[in-house]
């Protein structure tokens, strides 16, 4: 069963605008989430993570919030840049286990 | 400084052929390994795991099998193909037993005629 969920396949935003990606979780063990970023036929690469002790990591434009209590981990890309447009994964892990928990991703599209 | 390879990049094979995909790491020692795949109009699907040689850990039974013959090298073979396992695999390793800062190769894209 998916245990990472991000509901919406596709987003697009205006250059410049901010760019809200959301991601939802199952298995309250989960105590570590990551975003990666995905380029057609490329691998994924590391963007921004956050562990449970926290409720917000920034990096630039990009800033992870976590909701622990809704289970809820969303990530902002404030200004957009078409540069952007990729494949968003979130990813969660539990202290215990050895790989990562993928969401299905979200197709970020940024139009000039 | 660390780096992965994977090849080939792009794969086409008759349904019944085998297939060998490698994947070597370089920079590091005991490294955790995997293999996903990426299928059409769904995430990443965690394959296969192995925390040492030898030791590889099975997430989604099906018509394929993983090898660690060397610390820093991870193979996906099948003796026999079929359609759906077209998609595009994906070797990751870690140096953390949680996962964290997976690093991931570049990708064979398979398809299966």
């Known amino acids: 069963d998916q245990q990472v969920k991000q509901n919406s396949p596709s987003l697009s935003v205006q250059e410049g605008r901010i760019s809200i990606l959301n991601c939802d979780y199952t298995?309250?063990?989960?105590?570590?989430f990551l975003w990666y970023k995905k380029y057609p036929a490329e691998g994924p690469t590391f963007l921004i993570s956050?562990?449970?002790?926290?409720d917000k990591n920034e990096d630039g434009r990009f800033t992870v919030f976590l909701n622990k209590s809704a289970k809820h981990l969303s990530l902002h890309i404030v200004p957009s840049q078409p540069g952007d447009s990729a494949v968003y994964f979130c990813?969660?892990?539990?202290?215990?286990?050895?790989?990562?928990?993928f969401g299905k991703g979200t197709s970020l599209l940024v139009t000039p | 400084s660390q780096t992965i390879h994977q090849w080939p990049a792009t794969l086409v094979q008759p349904v019944g052929s085998p297939l060998s995909l490698e994947c070597t790491v370089e920079?590091?020692?005991?490294?955790?390994l995997y293999w996903y795949r990426q299928a059409a109009g769904r995430g990443l699907q965690l394959l296969f795991y192995?925390?040492?040689?030898?030791?590889i850990s099975s997430e989604v039974p099906q018509n394929l099998s993983a090898s660690r013959p060397q610390d820093r090298q991870f193979i996906l073979s099948s003796k026999k193909l079929l359609l759906s396992d077209s998609g595009f695999y994906l070797c990751?390793?870690?140096?953390?037993?949680?996962?964290?800062?997976?690093?991931f190769g570049s990708g064979t894209r398979l398809t299966v005629v």
């Open positions: 990751a390793w870690s140096v953390s037993r949680v996962g964290v800062g997976y690093t």
């Open positions: 298995n309250s063990m989960f105590d570590y």
């Open positions: 956050i562990s449970s002790i926290k």
């Open positions: 990813a969660a892990s539990d202290h215990s286990g050895y790989a990562l928990n």
């Open positions: 920079g590091t020692s005991n490294p955790n």
């Open positions: 192995s925390v040492g040689i030898g030791q």
